[in-house]
């Protein structure tokens, strides 16, 4: 299980590691021996591996696109009848992983419909959990006569 490293003196180096499950990985280890970056996965073979760290030599000096920056840091929750398991889940997020989570009742409407809604939404957050319970019907429970009842289907 020998490392190959592949660098020019006094720079970071890639080093070009096989796992104990016979895999290729790689790290990228500063000059001063501070781990820089690893693979994100490991490689079928040692020159899988040795084209990944290539590629990413040849595209150093691309930018950054950086997805957790600027507003798109909320979650998003949408749920059907069940406003309890939504605000349960929005608590939990808030409370435990410090994530601003909000529910489509919290946004103002100005006169959008749903869908101009989700659209106005979509590029500022970066998840969106959708909550199914077993009392989602698909519709409202005030346009369901007593005769037709039995022909709703559950959709959760």
Known sequence: MGDIALSLEDEPKYVVYQSMSGKYGFKLIASDGELLARSGQLYETRNGCKNAVEALRKYSDSPVDDLTAGEKDKVFIVHGRNDREALLLQKY??????????????????????????????????????????DDSGCLGTSVSAANVGALKTRA
């Open 93 to 134: 997020l808030r409370n435990h992983l410090k994530v601003d989570a909000f529910v489509f009742d919290d946004l103002p409407d100005k006169g959008r419909t749903i869908i101009e809604q989700l659209e106005f939404i979509r590029d500022k957050v970066w998840y969106a959990f959708a909550i199914a319970t077993a």
